[in-house]
């Protein structure tokens, strides 16, 4: 089984050097998912008042939202072989354009895992899950009201993220986040989860050869990662 074209993948975990050489499908590895499961943890300290019961005969908690939240993502699929092209730096020399086995593919996945958050050729620091979108930051259909009644597969795609919209933002004074809601293009949309890969397992299965099944939990993070030794 070989990969299908990039424009037909919908899930894509990013290289941290994306962000310095990446442009289009640079240093960015496809991965066929065939369920996502997202989870947003909310962390509230909650506080029993000592004898609230006995004076309102019912009993009362306090509770402390102060805004942290774990927010997680795991991916099941399959890996396939796949055309993949890296580039370490500016200079054209750098580039490496190959085709991996499904196997392959399991192996390297592995190996940057593995990886520290210091190497930014391994560091995957990065996830990128294309959603359909008909509303943009500003609660306004992307097209009009073409966009209202639109089937779901005509729709543009945007990048998920746990942004707000912009018109949501009045109080939190972070501007419009226009470009968490605007439609992707593979040449110049940098926007992805931030995070790293807590964990990444591999079945290879006689019954699904030559594919590999795969699971891989995600975090969102602001990941400290000052790369001295590059």
Same mark, same amino acid.
């Given at each position: 089984?070989?990969?299908?074209?990039?424009?037909?993948? @919908?899930?894509?975990?990013?290289?941290?050097?994306?962000?310095?050489?990446?442009?289009?499908?640079? &240093?960015?590895?496809?991965?066929?998912?065939?369920?996502?499961?997202?989870?947003? !943890? @909310?962390?509230?300290?909650?506080?029993?008042?000592?004898?609230? #019961?006995?004076?309102? #005969?019912? !009993?009362? &908690?306090?509770?402390?939202?102060? %805004?942290?939240?774990? @927010?997680?993502?795991?991916?099941?699929?399959?890996?396939?072989?796949?055309?993949? @092209?890296?580039?370490?730096?500016?200079?054209?020399?750098?580039?490496?354009?190959? &085709?991996?086995?499904?196997?392959?593919?399991?192996?390297?996945?592995? !190996?940057?895992?593995?990886?520290? /958050?210091?190497?930014?050729?391994?560091?995957?620091?990065?996830?990128?899950?294309?959603?359909?979108?008909?509303?943009?930051?500003?609660?306004?259909?992307?097209? %009009?009201?073409?966009?209202?009644?639109?089937?779901?597969?005509?729709?543009?795609?945007?990048?998920?993220?746990?942004?707000?919209?912009?018109?949501?933002?009045?109080?939190?004074?972070? #501007? /419009? &986040?226009?470009?968490?809601?605007?439609?992707?293009? !593979?040449?110049?949309?940098?926007?992805?989860?931030? %995070?790293?890969?807590?964990?990444?397992?591999?079945?290879? /299965? %006689?019954?699904?050869?030559? /594919?590999?099944?795969?699971?891989?939990?995600?975090?969102?993070?602001?990941?400290?990662?000052?790369?001295?030794?590059?």
């Amino acid at each position: 089984m070989s990969g299908e074209a990039f424009n037909n993948f @919908k899930v894509f975990i990013e290289l941290a050097r994306r962000t310095e050489v990446g442009t289009g499908f640079m &240093n960015r590895i496809p991965l066929f998912a065939d369920s996502i499961s997202i989870s947003t !943890s @909310k962390m509230v300290a909650n506080m029993p008042v000592p004898f609230s #019961g006995a004076v309102r #005969g019912e !009993s009362l &908690n306090l509770a402390f939202d102060v %805004g942290q939240a774990t @927010k997680t993502v795991q991916i099941s699929g399959m890996l396939l072989g796949q055309h993949i @092209k890296k580039k370490k730096n500016t200079d054209s020399n750098s580039l490496r354009e190959v &085709n991996l086995t499904s196997f392959e593919m399991a192996q390297l996945i592995h !190996s940057y895992v593995d990886g520290s /958050s210091f190497q930014d050729d391994q560091n995957m620091s990065r996830l990128l899950i294309l959603i359909p979108s008909r509303v943009d930051h500003d609660f306004a259909y992307h097209n %009009g009201a073409e966009d209202a009644d639109k089937d779901i597969s005509e729709l543009p795609l945007i990048p998920f993220t746990f942004k707000n919209r912009g018109y949501d933002n009045d109080f939190a004074s972070l #501007g /419009s &986040n226009a470009k968490f809601f605007t439609p992707f293009n !593979s040449e110049t949309t940098e926007v992805a989860l931030t %995070g790293f890969i807590r964990s990444f397992n591999t079945t290879m /299965s %006689g019954a699904e050869f030559p /594919s590999v099944g795969f699971n891989l939990d995600f975090e969102e993070a602001v990941v400290l990662a000052d790369n001295f030794l590059d």
